[in-house]
């Protein structure tokens, strides 16, 4: 299986950890709120997790590549200040928080996860 279909199934389990009552959302473009690379047209749904791939480990030895790792920036967006999700987020193997912020009474985590 594709990793990063993996590592969306894996965030559509936290989001369901972390929000039982509300998931699946069979109403929203994505049932569980978790979102690939999304483009502006995209109507998100709240709590979500937006991420995307934007780096990559690449192991050498000898002139040659022996292992690559993607790394995905992963953020986190809910209304409520207090949500488990980026707990849930940040103990993911791998992951490291980058930042966070508030935008328009939205609350931002960002983490980098290689998956």
Same mark, same amino acid.
């Not at 299986?1 to 559509?12: A, C, N, S, V």
């Not at 791939?53 to 920036?73: I, L, M, V």
């Not at 490291?96 to 912020?101: E, L």
């Given at each position: 299986?594709?990793?990063? #279909?993996?590592? !969306?199934?894996? #965030?559509?389990r936290l989001m369901q950890t972390a929000y039982p009552a509300i998931f /699946?959302?069979? +109403?929203?473009? &994505? ?5 690939? !690379? =999304?483009? !502006? ?5 709240? /709590? ?15 002139? !040659? &590549? ?8 992963? +953020?986190?967006?809910?209304?409520? =200040?207090?949500? /488990?999700? =980026? +707990? #849930?987020?940040?103990?993911? =193997? ?14 931002? +985590? ?6």
């Open positions: 299986m594709d990793r990063r #279909l993996e590592l !969306q199934g894996l #965030l559509e /699946p959302d069979q +109403t929203a473009s &994505s049932r569980y709120h978790v979102y690939y !690379q =999304p483009d !502006q047209n995209t109507k998100l749904a709240y /709590p979500a997790i937006l991420y995307r791939w934007d780096r990559e480990d690449n192991k050498r030895a000898n002139n !040659q &590549s022996y292992s690559r790792t993607r790394g995905y920036e992963v +953020t986190v967006i809910d209304r409520n =200040p207090d949500s /488990p999700l =980026p +707990t #849930l987020v940040g103990d993911i =193997p791998k992951a490291s928080f980058a930042a966070t912020n508030r935008i328009s009474g939205l609350h931002h +985590t960002v983490y980098t996860i290689y998956f």
